[in-house]
């Protein structure tokens, strides 16, 4: 009894110390209880909307239905980095994993060839601020691709967290090898439809002529 006596004394105490600690914030005299979130969004864009990162057309994610990414092509992401918190958040860490047949270029941060993690101080965040960073990358030659593929996929992962927040998005891409042997084949323009209607009347004539000698010879 002496024992059951205790363990209930013990249960109320945290109880009540629990009770105090939510009092603390949030009621009609406290300050109001403080919020610690963040967004992150990942976007890739598109093959060859443009030359500059800033003005790109980008989007979540590119499928093997969307348009895709050749051999030495260009690969540009974008990465929205957003303080939904109700208070500051400081230091916020960004780590870029680099998917595999892509080599990056220019970006944020350091580059780390063994982890193929980029990494940043993307710094303070006030509170709804948000901030954009750009990566620069580069589509592997062609002979550093599959040799049992000629179409295949890719997801670029990324982290940001500060002491009290974190969130994580991924955006993904698909690469089309050159098929070898497939030399491109010239489109007839005008010259060749006039050279092509000159034989055409040339063999008419030629046979209107064989036709007529026939004729006479009977």
Known sequence: MKKLLTFLSVVFSLLVFASSVSADCGGQYQAPCQSYSIIVDKMVGKPGTSSEATVYEYVDNLSVSDPRFKPDQVVF???KIKNTSTTKLVGMEVKDTIPSYLDPS???????STT???TWNAGDFDVDQEKIFYLKMNVFPQANLPADKGLFCVTNFVKANSSNAYDDDTAALCIEKQVAGTANVPSAGPEMGLFLFAGEILALGAGMYINYKLKNNK
């Open 106 to 112: 220019e970006g944020p941060g350091s580059y780390n």
């Open 116 to 118: 193929r993690e980029i």
């Open 77 to 79: 992401f974008k990465v």
